[in-house]
């Protein structure tokens, strides 16, 4: 194999990569598995939910937060950033959109960051 060869095939690794962890990821969060989303992303991980205004930092409080926040709703997920952490591929920048709300948590955290 050339160099070209093996750029072309560690990039193909990388997709196929980079598509099983969004599985992973929206599996986990459509189920409600928050463990399993947790382990997902990245130690220095940034989740923002602009529909209530609020980001949290950190793969230990997102899914704290998002346990309560998406209770009752249905979602959408965008990634905006993927990354290399521990030799495994992790979610640095998830953003959940609700595409349907019929109430949403009495839990308004109201510090950000």
């Not at 205004?53 to 346990?67: H, K, Q, S, Y």
């Not at 992790?90 to 839990?107: F, H, K, M, Q, T």
Request: hydrophobic letters at 35%; charged letters at 35%; glycine letters at 10%.
């Amino acid at each position: 194999m050339t160099d070209d060869d093996h750029a072309l095939l560690q990039c193909l690794l990388d997709i196929e990569g980079v598509k099983r962890l969004e599985a992973r990821c929206f599996r986990a969060i459509g189920t409600r598995k928050w463990d399993e989303f947790g382990q997902v992303l990245a130690r220095d991980a940034i989740l923002e939910v602009p529909e209530v205004d609020r980001i949290r930092r950190g793969r230990d409080p997102i899914p704290e937060f998002v346990t309560g926040a998406l209770s009752g709703g249905q979602t959408g997920h965008h990634v905006e950033r993927y990354g290399r952490e521990d030799g495994r591929w992790r979610i640095g920048n998830p953003r959940l959109d609700r595409i349907r709300v019929d109430a949403l948590s009495d839990e308004r955290p109201d510090v950000r960051g």
